[in-house]
Each structure stands twice: as structure tokens, then as C-alpha cells.
């Protein structure tokens, strides 16, 4: 159904280009691809929601993509090009709060695999870090209130 939906969205594309929405479109695709184990798929899509990002200069979807893709290369065991793809994805536009978690985990995740055990722990405590960090400034908010 949502593969059937973005290529519907797709072909509307094809009258009215518009790079940000075929890079966001090709993004949810990848990610799809990943949630069905369909990598091959999902590497294919992942290579356009980049390029389209990239041509648009949106950097927010550009660090999607980047962090998408790092992600499948872990997927398929490519762990030199995921770390690679996640640290682009900070150096593009650094993230904070829940997306700087989610990267962070990620690359926790490639670190751990290739047995950098030390680096997957600087990540685990950045995510700490940041998740403390969140909590303190939410209770300021409600208790100001």
C-alpha cells in the first residue's frame, strides 16, 4: 500500500518536478526497504533520495538520506562506508535531540560490530548525555509554569 501511495505521488512528480519532494519521497522508499529486508531495493532508492537531496540543497533531508543510508550499509555489513555515511550525515548539518539519537545509535551499533566496543560506548553516553540534558530542561519548563 505505501509503496503503491509514493508511486502514485511519484508520477505527479514526473509534470511538476520538485527535488526536495522526489528526494523526501525516495527516502520513505529506502526506508521501506529496510523494514522488509529488501536492501538491494533499498541501496537503489537510497543512491536517488541522496542525489535528490543533494541537487535541492536541503540539508536536513540530505542528512536523512546520509543517516538512512548509513544505516543499510550496516544492514548489509559494509561497516567502513556506514560509518562513513553517519559521520557525513553530522558533518552536513548536526543534528540535536532525537535524530542526534538516532545517528548516534546507529553508528553505537556499526562501532559494537566491528568490535570498537570503546566507541560504541562514547555513543551510548553522548545519547545519555542528551537524554539527561533533555529531561533537565523540560522540568525547568514545568516548573516555571
Same mark, same amino acid.
Given at each position: 500500500m505505501l509503496f503503491r501511495s509514493i508511486d502514485v505521488g511519484q +508520477?505527479? @512528480?514526473?509534470t511538476q518536478p520538485n527535488l526536495w519532494l522526489q528526494a523526501m519521497a525516495e527516502n520513505a522508499l529506502m526506508a521501506t526497504c529496510i523494514l522488509v529486508s529488501d536492501y538491494e531495493s #533499498?541501496? *537503489?532508492? #537510497?543512491s536517488e533520495a541522496l542525489r535528490h +537531496?543533494? %541537487?535541492s540543497g536541503a540539508a536536513a533531508m540530505t542528512r536523512a538520506a546520509l543517516s538512512n543510508l548509513g544505516m543499510l550499509h550496516y544492514l548489509v555489513g559494509d561497516f567502513d562506508r556506514a $560509518?562513513? @555515511?553517519? /559521520? %557525513? =550525515? /553530522? /558533518?552536513v548539518m548536526p543534528a540535536t535531540s532525537e535524530r542526534a539519537n538516532a545517528r548516534l545509535d546507529s @553508528? &553505537?551499533?556499526? *562501532?559494537? =560490530?566491528? #568490535?570498537d566496543l570503546g566507541g &560504541? $560506548? %562514547?555513543c551510548l553516553n553522548t545519547i545519555s548525555r542528551n537524554v539527561r540534558r533533555r529531561d533537565r530542561q523540560s522540568t525547568r519548563?514545568?516548573?516555571s509554569h
Amino acid at each position: 500500500m505505501l509503496f503503491r501511495s509514493i508511486d502514485v505521488g511519484q +508520477s505527479l @512528480l514526473h509534470t511538476q518536478p520538485n527535488l526536495w519532494l522526489q528526494a523526501m519521497a525516495e527516502n520513505a522508499l529506502m526506508a521501506t526497504c529496510i523494514l522488509v529486508s529488501d536492501y538491494e531495493s #533499498g541501496l *537503489r532508492h #537510497g543512491s536517488e533520495a541522496l542525489r535528490h +537531496s543533494r %541537487e535541492s540543497g536541503a540539508a536536513a533531508m540530505t542528512r536523512a538520506a546520509l543517516s538512512n543510508l548509513g544505516m543499510l550499509h550496516y544492514l548489509v555489513g559494509d561497516f567502513d562506508r556506514a $560509518v562513513s @555515511l553517519l /559521520d %557525513e =550525515a /553530522d /558533518d552536513v548539518m548536526p543534528a540535536t535531540s532525537e535524530r542526534a539519537n538516532a545517528r548516534l545509535d546507529s @553508528l &553505537a551499533r556499526v *562501532r559494537m =560490530a566491528i #568490535g570498537d566496543l570503546g566507541g &560504541a $560506548v %562514547e555513543c551510548l553516553n553522548t545519547i545519555s548525555r542528551n537524554v539527561r540534558r533533555r529531561d533537565r530542561q523540560s522540568t525547568r519548563l514545568n516548573s516555571s509554569h
